[in-house]
Structures are given as structure tokens and as C-alpha cells.
Nanobody
Framework: QVQLVESGGGLVQAGESLRLSCAAP????????MAWFRQAPGKEREFVRA??????YGGDSVKGRFTISRDNAKNTVYLQMNSLKPEDTAVYYC?????????????????WGQGTQVTVSS
């Protein structure tokens, strides 16, 4: 069973920053495209950022504020979130896929983490 483990969520005030981590213990994910999604209560899962083959892809709602990166030596992907807003409040999920392209669609991802809560107060 492949497992992705997210960490780094929490409660912050608007304007502050957080860095989320997604680790794949005992598994090499360097060849996988990795992504972050988020889901707020009552809303559909939303694509945030993806990274694959040295390129990154992002949603317009977080453009200029969120950055995705990866450290293949540590089998870890990061999401740096700056200038957080209350509307960023959601459960954030890490996902991995061996597929290339269409990174916006949750259905292409083969592996998911359990999610980490991010809450931004105004």
C-alpha cells in the first residue's frame, strides 16, 4: 500500500505563511508528477499546484502566492503558502500520478494522502 503523508497544516492569521510537506516513506516518487489539491466544506476538490519533469502548474486562485517544490532525495514535496487568506481555508491533499498532462483533474492521480487542515483566520 503506497502512502503519502502530509504535514504542516495549522491555524494562522490572514497574511501569514505556512509550508506543507508531503512525504512518501519508503517509496521513490521522483518519476511521478506530484500535486496539491484542497477541499473546503461543501465544495469540490480544487487543484492548487503540480510539479512534473522540472515544470510547475498552478491554479489562478493561488497564483503568485503558493509555490510547489520537491526534494527527490527526501521523497518529499512542499507547498509554500504566502499571504494566506481566509478563503484558503481547506483540507489540503497531496497526490501522485505516473500520468503526464491534465494535472488539474483529480481522477488522474493514483495515490492520495490523508489531508492536512489549513485554517486562516481574518
Amino acid at each position: 500500500q503506497v502512502q503519502l503523508v502530509e504535514s504542516g497544516g495549522g491555524l494562522v492569521q490572514a497574511g501569514e505563511s505556512l509550508r506543507l510537506s508531503c512525504a512518501a516513506p519508503g517509496r521513490t516518487f521522483s518519476s511521478y508528477a506530484m500535486a496539491w489539491f484542497r477541499q473546503a466544506p461543501g465544495k469540490e476538490r480544487e487543484f492548487v499546484r503540480a510539479i512534473a519533469d522540472g515544470s510547475t502548474y498552478g491554479g489562478d486562485s493561488v497564483k503568485g502566492r503558493f509555490t510547489i517544490s520537491r526534494d527527490n532525495a527526501k521523497n518529499t514535496v512542499y507547498l509554500q503558502m504566502n499571504s494566506l487568506k481566509p478563503e484558503d481555508t481547506a483540507v489540503y491533499y497531496c497526490a501522485a500520478t505516473s500520468t503526464r498532462g491534465n494535472y488539474y483533474y483529480p481522477s488522474i492521480y493514483e495515490y492520495w494522502g490523508q489531508g492536512t487542515q489549513v485554517t486562516v483566520s481574518s
